[in-house]
């Protein structure tokens, strides 16, 4: 009754029929907002030339997220997994839709009134208002021959059961549909089946706490690695022809090697291939920048209590700009 905009509501039973008509005219009228549009197609093999991936990693991924419904991405720093998601999203959909995608990042207090439902003062009162996820799965229900991508980056930084509520049960994938009464008003409510969740978590902060024991049940979990030898990432070190960063490319992979033996670290610590992925030119300076202002920093904090091993690592990584 929102929709006909009558305050009141009404008490009369609709028949079968008047339901879907009703359903007719408020889709009529969200696509009347955003009218039909041009939009640039987007396939697996754009996405396997932008996302430096396995093409088989890129199939596992995709069962992965349309059997589940809820898939984490996990990885080291700069592996691109915000990058990725939001590729993977426009690759499963065909096309580079963005009203189709949502993307947010939790943080400390982030909390259900902001992901739901909940009251927020306006002017001088309180008012209940709807959260962003709410919202988009309202979207993803009005069209549902479409697939909907809500993405969450850095998802282990919220207070998870505080922030999902009641619908830690409605986004499991055998719950998809069902209807369950809203903490905030007497309202069922459903998660669609077309909308699916992707999130993602870096696994190198060790400030972190593990992700909620519930919610890791309800998601499936990917390891993202650096993609140096990727096919992709092969065509992009072509493409730039640039001799100091291939030599820096490989000082990284036997870095990397070094930080997966180590004990205390692993593969979740790797330096990921995105610090290296630039749309400009490759220049001794910027290689430079990359080194003593984002990779050394890290193996400082890694490294905290082997300083020799940082040293030796620092003239590594710098030898390459010598002659």
Not at 109 to 124: A, I, L, Q, T
Not at 288 to 313: A, C, G, H
Request: aromatic share 14%; glycine share 6%.
């Amino acid at each position: 009754m929102e929709f006909l905009v009558n305050p009141n509501g009404s008490f009369f039973h609709l028949t079968e029929k008047e339901y879907m008509a009703l359903l007719d005219l408020i889709r009529e009228e969200n696509d009347s907002i955003h009218p039909e549009r041009s939009i640039e197609k987007y396939t697996k093999a754009d996405f396997l030339k932008e996302v430096f991936m396995a093409e088989k990693d890129f199939d596992t991924l995709r069962h992965l997220i349309r059997t589940k419904k809820n898939v984490i991405l996990q990885g080291a720093p700069g592996v691109g997994k915000t990058f990725c998601a939001r590729r993977l999203a426009q690759a499963m959909m065909g096309e580079r839709d963005e009203s189709r995608i949502c993307l947010i990042q939790f943080h400390q207090n982030y909390s259900y009134e902001d992901f739901v439902m909940g009251y927020k003062p306006v002017g001088g009162a309180f008012e209940l208002q709807k959260g962003i996820f709410y919202k988009f799965c309202m979207l993803a229900a009005n069209h549902p021959d479409k697939e909907f991508f809500f993405i969450i980056d850095e998802i282990n930084r919220g207070n998870l059961s505080k922030i999902f509520g009641e619908l830690l049960m409605l986004i499991e994938k055998d719950y998809r549909g069902e209807k369950l009464t809203l903490a905030y008003k007497d309202e069922k409510f459903s998660v669609p089946g077309n909308l699916y969740l992707i999130g993602m978590m870096n696994t190198a902060d060790r400030s972190l706490a593990l992700i909620d024991y519930a919610l890791r049940r309800r998601f499936s979990f990917f390891e993202m690695s650096p993609g140096f030898d990727s096919e992709g990432f092969k065509a992009y070190l072509e493409g730039k022809d640039n001799v100091r960063l291939n030599e820096l490319v490989a000082q990284i992979k036997e870095l990397n090697r070094q930080i997966v033996a180590d004990d205390s670290l692993g593969k979740g610590f790797e330096i990921g291939h995105s610090y290296l992925c630039t749309k400009g030119e490759v220049t001794d300076e910027w290689l430079k920048e990359i080194v003593n202002y984002d990779i050394l920093p890290m193996l400082r904090e890694y490294w905290f209590d082997n300083r020799t091993e940082v040293d030796r690592w620092s003239k590594k990584l710098n030898g390459i700009f010598h002659d």
